[in-house]
């Protein structure tokens, strides 16, 4: 991977991985189209999330602290279990099961068969409609004040359909707070928390896969791209978050339609190749 592919790559995360749009799907799209090779897989992939996680936790510095300590008191009984701090971080705990079992129960097809562009293609599509129904029948007559343990599992289940490229996992796990009633705001809101300690420990778990294996590229690449990814990432969670306070996801649904046409056509008509490059 050369410094350019690394630029390009850094910014596609950064602008996508917020945005119901699946980064992983505009990564594998953009590497293998542009590129002609795979932009370094699922792990190279794990490890810019890192980037655009770290723009989380600065967005939500206060929130995140708050919640922590909040959590942490309530062990030892110095805050009440009740505290609505307190719960969020048991709710943050029990909504990352879910992808943190399912990602290594399915490690293997997710290095592998699911990054084949034809399920990419479907995904986007699929996903589209299904975010479309969520959008266009959410009654958002709940907050996070209102979210349980149940709830909790289920934005965690749909947060682990974005372990296939082209679900989304903001879009995954959004669709699935509007069919559970919540407001935009407070499902995005919870879907970037949540996505805190799986994309860590899915960053840092890959990243020391990668130091133990020969890089020819060295980390430069990999370190300019995660960067960019933190930067950009970071101005797209706070216009996001201003966006969907007054807006719907009609334009996101649309994208997602229009880009797995796309590919559908590339793909037929052999413009691009839906399995991963061998050199």
Known sequence: MNFFQA??????????????????????????????????????????????????LVYFWRDIVRIVKAWALSLVGKVPRSDPDARMGWWVIIGTIPIGVLGVVLKDAIHGPVRNLWVTATMLLVFALIIAVADSTASQRKTLNDLNAADGVKFGLFQACALIPGVSRSGGTIAG???????????????????????????????????????????????????????????????????????????????RIALAVILFALLGFGVIDSGAPTA
Do not use: C
Request: charge should be negative.
């Open 177 to 255: 707070g509007l069919f559970m009633g919540y407001r935009r705001e407070d499902a995005a809101r919870y879907s970037f928390l949540l996505a805190v300690p799986a994309v860590l420990a899915s960053g840092f778990f890959e990243l020391l896969d990668i130091a133990g294996k020969p890089n020819p590229d060295g980390w430069t690449p990999i370190v300019i791209a995660t960067v960019l990814a933190g930067i950009v990432g970071y101005a797209v969670i706070a216009w996001l978050m201003r966006y969907i306070s007054t807006h719907d996801f009609k334009p996101f649904v649309f994208y």
């Open 7 to 56: 630029v390009v790559l850094g910014l596609v995360q950064g602008l996508t991985e917020f945005l119901p749009i699946s980064s992983s799907a505009h990564q594998l799209i953009v590497s293998r189209l542009f590129f002609d090779n795979d932009g370094g897989g699922a792990a190279f992939t794990a490890v810019t999330q890192l980037g655009t996680e770290t723009a989380v």
